[in-house]
């Protein structure tokens, strides 16, 4: 099973301890809001501000920067959503539920054309090595939604009448991936069941051993249960080392 760093690679952290997944075979993003300015630095008062009141996230990014700052580690139930009730809770579902929130506000549409997205590339990758899939579950607050794995949003989960983070574009924020580069930082992942491997980039990525194409990499995503780490290093060593 798929398993990448507990903490981004290049983020900056303050962590926090958060609590215990439930580990059903869900893997999930969740995309939030801080409904805050997004200039440089803004991105440590929001942090300072949800540890005040409970509701980490696991990270904060700024796409008008790049700057980002992880709380909590990601094989942890993060704090930014309300129960739907007293025995269903939505933290906690599944073996990995990230919770990301976008420096910035809604009415911004940061994750459809509002933002630059600087930092994305490293944050799509990260998300990628825990076996999350590209699917988007938007659009529904069921509990049956909210519990298959993919990309989700705080208007989507169930109990919560929150309507961040607005519209997410998704050819936009999850079209093909640019090139690898040497010296960029990779993991290796190989899917189980058909043995083929896969080179991720924590800037972006692009498919080995086969010459495959990111729409191939993106369905072997898609199938996280079967999917595993094989190894980790920069890009220039990886391909040298597969020869």
Not at 163 to 188: C, H, K, S, W
Request: a neutral charge.
């Amino acid at each position: 099973m798929m398993s990448g760093n507990e903490w981004m690679p290049g983020a900056a952290r303050d962590p926090v301890t958060g609590g215990t997944m439930e580990g059903q075979p869900l893997r999930s993003v969740v995309w939030h809001t801080s409904e805050s300015g997004h200039e440089p630095g803004a991105i440590r008062g929001v942090a300072s501000w949800v540890k005040q009141q409970g509701s980490e996230y696991h990270l904060l990014w700024n796409p008008w920067t790049g700057e980002l700052l992880q709380l909590i580690a990601a094989s942890q139930s993060a704090r930014a959503l309300r129960n739907a009730s007293a025995g269903y809770r939505t933290n906690r579902k599944g073996t990995r539920l990230i919770q990301v929130c976008v420096v910035g506000r809604t009415a911004e549409r940061p994750l459809a054309g509002g933002s630059p997205l600087i930092g994305w590339d490293g944050l799509r990758a990260w998300l990628a090595s825990h076996g999350i899939p590209e699917t988007d579950r938007t659009g529904s607050r069921g509990r049956a939604r909210w519990e298959s794995s993919g990309v989700h949003r705080h208007a989507d989960a169930p109990g919560n009448d929150h309507t961040d983070p607005g519209p997410i574009d998704f050819a936009r924020l999850y079209g093909n991936p640019p090139a690898a580069q040497e010296g960029a930082p990779m993991i290796v992942i190989r899917n189980e069941n058909s043995g083929t491997q896969w080179l991720v980039a924590f800037h972006g990525r692009a498919g080995i051993a086969n010459g495959s194409d990111s729409e191939q990499l993106r369905k072997a995503l898609a199938d996280p249960m079967h999917v595993a780490v094989v190894s980790q290093g920069t890009y220039d060593a990886i391909v040298a080392a597969a020869g």
